[in-house]
């Protein structure tokens, strides 16, 4: 199968009149510089998401034309060749919840010698009205109580950029520092990302130490919960609740918004325990996600 002639295409080139029931979302996500599309407009087309020095293949679609001629393996192999040219690490990311994973992508990574990464479940809501319920009402009072606790000690959370700049300076340099026996915060939870979702990213600090943080992103109707962290000193008093709290507020007032998703990186035992909690009442969809990269050499 030739490979060559799979390339970066402009989102213009992509339908949205198609069979392919993700493309508004990805090609929301194109639109706004998440997400690059590579392909052919003639054969079908894979939708990365470039991040620094790891590019991830999210979504593959092929026309109905030209199914079960090899071209879903072509077009990741000459992607694969793409990042190795780019110098970039090459990642699948595998959501086990349709025949097609499981028949030939799980396959593929293996064929191909991909190393497995992390596992990650998602939780996925697409029941808005779920959040003015009694049953989740009651949670929210539960944590209204455990905010204002902390607020009269002094704990005070605001947007990222309603926050003081001594705030943030502060977290940024946390994420710098070297002594592994001291360290802070997850280095794979950055909060300072350009298409961070301000009306629903918060931050907690007191007197100028940042605690805790939930941030997220946007792509049309859709959120994506991109992380909940709190500084490792803070890690068993429950404020992480404090941004939490504001973030579900708000997302219950917006009634736009159709679809969260939640990522919870499946080694973190604690987040996946808390998700479950707190998340369960909603009934979300539980998919099972594995990525898989192709790491590039180091010179």
Not at 125 to 151: A, G, I, N, V, Y
Not at 161 to 176: M, R
Not at 203 to 231: D, H, W
Request: glycine share 4%.
């Amino acid at each position: 199968m030739e490979t060559n002639r799979y390339t970066i295409l402009p989102h213009t080139a992509i339908h949205r009149d198609t069979d392919d029931l993700n493309v508004d979302f990805y090609l929301d996500l194109t639109g706004g510089k998440q997400s690059i599309v590579f392909g052919h407009p003639e054969d079908g087309y894979l939708f990365i998401a470039p991040k620094e020095k790891r590019w991830a293949v999210r979504h593959i679609y092929v026309l109905p034309h030209r199914r079960n001629q090899g071209l879903s393996r072509a077009l990741l192999d000459a992607a694969a060749l793409y990042c190795k040219d780019q110098r970039v690490d090459f990642m699948v990311y595998l959501t086990y919840n349709n025949d097609y994973t499981h028949r030939f992508l799980d396959r593929y990574v293996h064929e191909r010698g991909m190393t497995p990464c992390v596992p990650t479940r998602l939780f996925i809501f697409e029941d808005h009205s779920f959040f003015q319920s009694p049953e989740w009402q009651k949670t929210m009072q539960r944590m209204q109580l455990m905010t204002e606790r902390w607020e009269a000690k002094g704990a005070v959370t605001a947007h990222f950029d309603e926050c003081p700049d001594e705030v943030l300076e502060n977290l940024k340099a946390l994420y710098y520092e070297t002594d592994e026996e001291n360290y802070q915060v997850a280095s794979d939870i950055w909060p300072f990302i350009p298409d961070r979702y301000e009306p629903l990213s918060f931050i907690t600090y007191k007197e100028n130490e940042p605690m805790t943080f939930v941030f997220s992103q946007r792509f049309g109707n859709s959120i994506l919960f991109s992380g909940n962290l709190a500084l490792k000193k803070y890690q068993h008093n429950g404020c992480f609740i404090l941004p939490l709290y504001r973030f579900i507020q708000s997302i219950a007032e917006d009634t736009s918004i159709e679809r969260m998703t939640c990522k919870i990186v499946g080694s973190n035992h604690e987040a996946v325990q808390l998700a479950e909690n707190l998340w369960s009442q909603a009934k979300p969809r539980f998919v099972k996600m594995q990525v898989f990269a192709h790491f590039v050499e180091e010179e």
